[in-house]
Each structure stands twice: as structure tokens, then as C-alpha cells.
């Protein structure tokens, strides 16, 4: 039985997460601000997540714009625990990943653009 477009958004996460250990978490968002997939901890909210991680692609597409510094890759916002990185799937989505302190950042954005490519299609 063929897997709802859904399911494979899903799978596609947790084996994101699965090829690297540093990431906690993961959500494609629309740019709108609205769910499509997560694999995010119980304890935080999906909703609030969704229109932040949408509106900071979108701050930060405009800020590469307006100071010449081409397309947008990624954004990505680092904490006192963690890291919260943000890639653009196409014109319509975006991947948010939340990563660990100590994450090999270097090996996140590789996954990440391959998991990008893969998601392309499904969006």
C-alpha cells in the first residue's frame, strides 16, 4: 500500500534524525506559517514554531536580498543549548531542525541539503 504524501514527509524526518544524531528535532512549515510534517519533542508547540521558523526564512531572505548577499541558503540562530537552523525547500517550505550544542555543524548542513533535495519532490 502506498505511503499518504504525509507519511513519506514524515519518514523523510526521523531518518534526517536518524543519520544524525545531534539533531533533536525536525518540521517542514509552510511559508504561510502552517504545519506540514514534524518530528518535534512533545514539549513544544508546533503551532508557534511553524510561523516563527516562517517568518524568520522570510526576514531572512530579505536581508540577503537587500544587502547583495545573493539567494538565500540558510538561516540558522545559535543558543545557549542548541541550534535552530532553517533551509528554504523550494518556494513553498521550509525544513527547521533544532540541533544539539555540541553538533558537528558542518555534517548538519550536508544532511540537511541532501534531505532538502529529497523533499522537493514531495512538496
Known sequence: MAKSRNEQL???LRDL???SPDI???AIVSVDGLSIASSLPGNVEEDRVSAMSAAMLSLGERIAGELG???L???YVKGQNGYVILSAIGEEA????MARQQAKLGLIFLDMS???KELEKLV
Do not use: I, K
Not at 94 to 97: C, I, K
Open 73 to 75: 541558503e540558510q538561516v
Open 114 to 116: 541532501r534531505a532538502v
Open 24 to 26: 533533536e528535532a525536525a
Open 94 to 97: 521550509v525544513l527547521t531542525v
Open 69 to 71: 548577499r545573493g539567494h
Open 17 to 19: 534524525q536518524v543519520s
Open 10 to 12: 514524515v519518514e523523510r
